[in-house]
Antibody, heavy 118, light 106 residues
Framework: EVQLVESGGGLVQPGGSLRLSCAAS????????VHWVRQAPGKGLVWVSYINTDGSYMKYADSVKGRFTISRDNAKNTLYLQMNSLSAEDTALYYC???????????WGQGTTVTVSS | DIQMTQSPSSVSASVGDRVSITCRAS??????LAWYQQKPGKAPKLLIY???SLQSGVPSRFSGSGSGTDFTLTISSLQPEDFATYYC?????????FGGGTKVEI
């Protein structure tokens, strides 16, 4: 079964850091771009970042540029998101998603919740 | 950055109705557009990619059309399981922005 499973979310104080992971299974992870997308409580979807197949190219939303770092370990079939200098505005459910045909996100994880609060 | 504007933000409909949702891009994106369905407490699900290509396993009552800046998602005959929120997303260039969503309600 093709699957993405996120982990690493939790409660963190403002200014703190957190690293999210996304474990892939059921497909050749190294052959796909992967994205992070977030959704604040009661709000819409917001694209955060993506990384290409070998990890040599990545892009970020302006709201997280300089604070978040996306990376991947193809040997471990795992995607990461290192989040630093967190603020309340980063509170959200974070999804990882596979970039499929025509760059559409065709496989999604169940999400991991990040709450930034003192 | 490319802005994606969806309308309406919500629509009330009945089972069997034909429902159309529009999405407008702030600049031309050719056919680099996807549509997603999201139900409460669930991850989004890809319905349509490349503006009009139906994702495998998605019922044929869903269809997409458009190119350039104006796009439409149509549900030909609304079923009970289709009550959800729908999002468009441009895949032309980073940042890969989503529309604000359209909630389809009973």
């Amino acid at each position: 079964e093709v699957q993405l499973v996120e982990s690493g979310g939790g409660l963190v104080q403002p200014g703190g850091s957190l690293r999210l992971s996304c474990a892939a299974s059921g497909f050749t992870f190294s052959g796909y771009w992967v994205h992070w997308v977030r959704q604040a409580p009661g709000k819409g979807l917001v694209w955060v970042s993506y990384i290409n197949t070998d990890g040599s190219y990545m892009k970020y939303a302006d709201s997280v540029k300089g604070r978040f770092t996306i990376s991947r370990d193809n040997a471990k079939n795992t995607l990461y998101l290192q989040m630093n200098s967190l603020s309340a505005e980063d509170t959200a459910l974070y999804y990882c998603a596979r970039g499929g045909k025509d760059r559409a996100m065709d496989v999604w994880g169940q999400g991991t919740t990040v709450t930034v609060s003192s | 950055d490319i802005q994606m504007t969806q309308s309406p933000s919500s629509v009330s409909a009945s089972v069997g109705d034909r429902v159309s949702i529009t999405c407008r891009a702030s600049q031309g994106i050719s056919n680099w557009l996807a549509w997603y369905q999201q139900k409460p407490g669930k991850a989004p699900k890809l319905l349509i990619y490349a503006a009009s290509s139906l994702q495998s396993g998605v019922p044929s009552r869903f269809s997409g059309s458009g190119s350039g800046t104006d796009f439409t998602l149509t549900i030909s005959s609304l079923q009970p399981e289709d009550f959800a929120t729908y999002y468009c997303q441009q895949a032309n260039s980073s940042p890969f922005t989503f529309g604000g969503g359209t909630k389809v309600e009973i």
